[in-house]
């Protein structure tokens, strides 16, 4: 799993007044990442979420935006490009104490526009929550149909040998579909990462059960 926009039972009610003056998202720095990784190795150690290191997020940094209250970083996420069309929105959490408060919400919103403003086609994500970002607008897609590079982290998941994690997509221009299809890994890429090992896909776990 690598997005738990917190417990995302119900829809996240829209920030107002003086909560929503005080809270901001902004790209992540430095010294975000004790906070990140607090935050997302909480997630992961209830096996909801790929855990990351630091220097994960060190290398990656330039991907993550954070969302601030009052100094205190209360969410995350990233945009990961994968291909010229298509990015993956990982790494999305938001800390117990600020879930249906908006903040994953704002969080996600603010992802899809930078992927505009790069010209991505398509985003996807991997979730145990999909009722979630079904009323975001995304929808279900056959985890076969990503990108082969998108399994190189989910070989250290403990779920490896029976992925049970719910592939899902966000369209941001018309047609983008065609972009969807599986495709093999090209020789230079064989030669470099050599061949990928996929998952062995099991029964999806669904950690949201209200409807969209």
Request: proline share 8%; charged share 25%.
């Amino acid at each position: 799993m690598r997005n738990h926009p917190g417990e995302a039972v119900e829809m996240e009610t829209e920030l107002q007044n003086g909560a929503e003056a005080r809270r901001i998202v902004r790209t992540a720095e430095l010294a975000d990442i004790p906070a990140m990784l607090r935050l997302i190795n909480g997630y992961a150690a209830q096996a909801i979420m790929l855990p990351r290191t630091e220097l994960e997020l060190c290398e990656g940094l330039r991907d993550f935006l954070v969302a601030v209250d009052n100094d205190e970083l209360v969410g995350c996420g990233a945009l990961h490009f994968y291909t010229p069309h298509m990015a993956e929105l990982r790494s999305l959490a938001v800390s117990p104490q600020h879930t249906r408060s908006g903040v994953g919400q704002r969080l996600i919103r603010e992802l899809l526009e930078q992927a505009r403003q790069h010209g991505v086609d398509i985003v996807f994500l991997f979730t145990y929550v999909p009722g979630f970002f079904h009323k975001l607008n995304f929808q279900e897609v056959d985890r076969a149909a990503l990108p082969l590079k998108t399994w190189k982290d989910c070989q250290r998941c403990p779920h490896f040998q029976a992925c049970d994690e719910i592939a899902m997509s966000y369209l941001l221009t018309p047609g983008a579909e065609i972009y969807m299809s599986a495709q093999p890994p090209t020789p230079e890429e064989i030669a470099l990462e050599g061949s990928p090992l996929l998952p062995i896909l099991g029964q999806p776990r669904i950690l949201d059960k209200s409807e969209p």
